[in-house]
């Protein structure tokens, strides 16, 4: 006598699930413990041993619900987040600085792969706000002599100092280029800018004002 051979449809159907996974977005460990209960799968047992079915069913449908989606790739937004925090604060305006710091405070981390368009909108939207960074004005002041001297903070860095000094006007020649008489007096300056101790030049054009003395 031949035992009829184990009612195995409920383990079939399993198996033809498990088969049908995208097994791309699932973890190594979580599809290797999947693969160990699809392993136990004997086709050829008998119906005395249909306790085993059972078994195997149960194990292989607990490691299908127990896959685990990779995590998502944060690749692009750890470059644009690493780009943000290498920012110059003092070289911008506020309102586009802190654009870009409220961009980087909303990526949410830890999401999984099913989300990874989430993700790549984290970046986006930090290398857009990175893109729409504006210069900050900086206008220096020379008080005592009236002198303005004006640029963004692309020309003249934040910090800079100007220093002005009013020069004895006896080694240049005045010119007599006055429009309906003559001129009065002629005021000279050496106008520098200062940073870090040393004299700096500007990188591009800068503004300069210089009050006209009274008469």
């Known amino acids: 006598l031949k035992y009829a051979k184990a009612d195995l449809s409920v383990v079939t159907a399993l198996v033809d699930k498990a088969n049908k996974i995208d097994r791309s977005v699932y973890t190594q460990k979580s599809l290797d413990a999947l693969d160990d209960a699809l392993a136990q799968v004997d086709y050829n047992i008998t119906k005395e041993q249909q306790t085993k079915v059972e078994v ?21 937004v750890d470059k644009a987040v690493k780009k943000a925090k290498a920012l110059d604060k003092l070289l911008y305006t506020s309102s586009t600085y ?14 999984n792969i099913t989300r990874q368009a989430e993700v790549d909108e984290y970046a986006k939207k930090i290398n857009s706000a ?10 220096l002041r020379n008080e005592p002599n009236a002198v303005i001297v004006s640029a963004t903070a692309k020309e003249i860095y934040p910090t800079t100092q100007l220093t002005v000094d009013k020069i ?11 429009v309906g008489g003559h001129i009065k007096s002629v005021n000279y300056y050496d106008i520098t800018l200062v940073k870090d101790g040393g004299k ?10 210089i009050k006209i003395p009274e008469g």
């Open 168 to 178: 004895d006007p006896s080694g240049y020649e005045i010119a007599d280029f006055a």
């Open 200 to 209: 700096v030049q500007p990188n591009g054009t800068v503004y300069v004002k």
């Open 98 to 111: 802190t654009a870009v710091e409220q961009s980087v405070s909303a990526v949410v981390y830890g999401l």
């Open 130 to 139: 990175i893109s729409s960074l504006s210069y900050a004005e900086v206008v």
């Open 56 to 76: 195997w069913a149960k194990d292989i449908d607990t490691a299908i619900k127990n896959l685990e989606y990779k995590p998502a790739d944060y690749s692009e």
